[in-house]
């Protein structure tokens, strides 16, 4: 009796587990569906469970609010989208090509989660996928070595900051084509000067 109710409790634990992921699944295409017809300050709970079949408490057991749903949604999109890829090695390039793709690929539904009370986490959002590329770039470079302490981590946050940029004025400005924005000149940019720079903090250890 013992085994066969740990055995039930197992079964138990793992539908429960599926069927939760399932329920916030279900309810992240739903709000993407909405999404691209309406920016997210028009999107109410309300709508969102009528259109996913749920009540508002299933709503509330997943998510705080429509912004906390909007964050799993975007991260979780990112995670799919970026397993078509299956290139856990891409350098940092690859990486902001990849981002950019997939910001374009779900366009509609990204300018209309995007205002100004979730600013912040788009910012937070780019800044956690570039910062370890950008990492492993500096880490490349033998002049990062001698660097005084904390010296290379300030310089990964200012590239990083860099690339954060570049996206929140692009959002702003409608998410153009890549020839309007020209995201190549800022690769270029960057691998020009990250050099230069790293020396000029060497030559200035302290």
Not at 88 to 98: I, V, Y
């Given at each position: 009796?013992?085994?066969?109710?740990?055995?039930?409790?197992?079964?138990?634990?793992?539908?429960?587990?599926?069927?939760?992921?399932?329920?916030?699944?279900?309810?992240?295409?739903?709000?993407?569906?909405?999404?691209?017809?309406?920016?997210?300050?028009?999107?109410?709970?309300?709508?969102?469970?009528?259109?996913?079949?749920?009540?508002?408490?299933?709503?509330?057991?997943?998510?705080?609010?429509?912004?906390?749903?909007?964050?799993?949604?975007?991260?979780?999109?990112?995670?799919?989208?970026?397993?078509?890829?299956?290139?856990?090695?891409?350098?940092?390039?690859?990486?902001?090509?990849?981002?950019?793709?997939?910001?374009?690929?779900?366009?509609?539904?990204?300018?209309?989660?995007?205002?100004?009370?979730?600013?912040?986490?788009?910012?937070?959002?780019?800044?956690?996928?570039?910062?370890?590329?950008?990492?492993?770039?500096?880490?490349?470079?033998?002049?990062?070595?001698t660097l005084a302490e904390g010296k290379a981590e300030f310089i990964e946050h200012v590239y990083t900051r860099m690339i954060v940029n570049?996206?929140?004025?692009?959002?702003?400005?409608?998410?153009?084509?890549?020839?309007?924005?020209?995201?190549?000149?800022?690769?270029?940019?960057?691998?020009?000067?990250?050099?230069?720079?790293?020396?000029?903090?060497?030559?200035?250890?302290?």
């Amino acid at each position: 009796p013992g085994a066969a109710f740990s055995f039930s409790s197992i079964i138990k634990n793992v539908r429960d587990t599926y069927m939760k992921e399932f329920t916030k699944a279900a309810i992240a295409d739903t709000f993407m569906e909405l999404l691209q017809e309406h920016t997210i300050d028009h999107i109410t709970v309300k709508d969102l469970a009528e259109k996913c079949g749920i009540n508002r408490q299933t709503f509330y057991y997943h998510f705080a609010d429509i912004y906390d749903l909007m964050e799993w949604t975007l991260d979780n999109e990112l995670k799919k989208f970026l397993e078509r890829y299956d290139k856990t090695d891409a350098d940092w390039k690859e990486q902001l090509q990849q981002l950019f793709v997939f910001f374009r690929f779900r366009g509609q539904q990204v300018l209309h989660a995007y205002d100004s009370q979730n600013r912040l986490y788009y910012e937070q959002f780019i800044y956690r996928q570039m910062l370890p590329a950008i990492h492993k770039l500096i880490l490349t470079y033998e002049e990062a070595e001698t660097l005084a302490e904390g010296k290379a981590e300030f310089i990964e946050h200012v590239y990083t900051r860099m690339i954060v940029n570049f996206f929140l004025d692009w959002l702003d400005e409608g998410m153009p084509d890549e020839e309007t924005v020209r995201l190549s000149d800022y690769v270029h940019f960057m691998e020009g000067s990250l050099q230069s720079t790293l020396v000029t903090f060497q030559d200035k250890n302290v």
